[in-house]
């Protein structure tokens, strides 16, 4: 999941997350930390004046700039255990509902370095920590969503 990410925004775990939005450099995601501003929501949340004195970009710069943080994804998730009891060996169906806002029709992913258009998906994980270092994987699904989506998901304890 996190290496689809990284691949479509040529964005690897050691670098800020900042530097997938345009025009961010090292020097404008430097100033960014400065400011307190470490990812793509801390830019959402910094408007006005104060970002443009932060960021120091053109009026076409701020647009894309603007354009990427406007289109950047975020889901509301909501779980509800439908079936099961939380016992080992137990089969468990847990029904997940996505859902988002949607401010324009046009759903593609703002991708510099991507060679073609990219509609957004998301990966359902559920999994736990057994012991230190060792994490259970109990079931994963790739989904698509445009505005609402309920998922059940189903598998053994």
């Known amino acids: 999941m996190a290496i689809a990410q990284m691949c479509v925004q040529v964005v690897w775990e050691r670098d800020s997350p900042l530097k997938q939005i345009p025009h961010f450099g090292a ?3 430097r100033r960014c930390a ?3 501003l470490e990812s793509v929501y801390d830019v959402m949340g910094y408007g006005g004046w104060k970002c ?3 960021l120091k970009m053109s009026n076409a710069q701020m647009q894309d700039v603007a354009a990427f943080v406007s289109s950047y994804l975020s889901l509301d998730v909501i ?5 099961g009891e939380c016992t080992a060996g ?3 169906f847990l029904q997940v509902t996505l859902s988002r806002d949607v401010v324009d029709d046009d759903q593609t992913i703002i991708a510099l370095f991507y060679p073609t258009e990219k509609m957004p998906n998301w990966w359902l994980v559920v999994g736990y920590e057994a012991v230190v ?3 259970i994987l109990l079931v994963i699904k790739r989904v698509t969503i445009d505005k609402t989506l309920t ?3 189903e598998f053994t304890l």
């Open 79 to 83: 779980q509800e255990l439908v079936k």
């Open 133 to 135: 270092y060792r994490s």
């Open 90 to 92: 137990a089969l468990i």
């Open 34 to 36: 400065d400011a307190g």
């Open 52 to 54: 443009i004195e932060v």
């Open 27 to 29: 020097e404008v995601i």
């Open 151 to 153: 998922v059940k998901l």
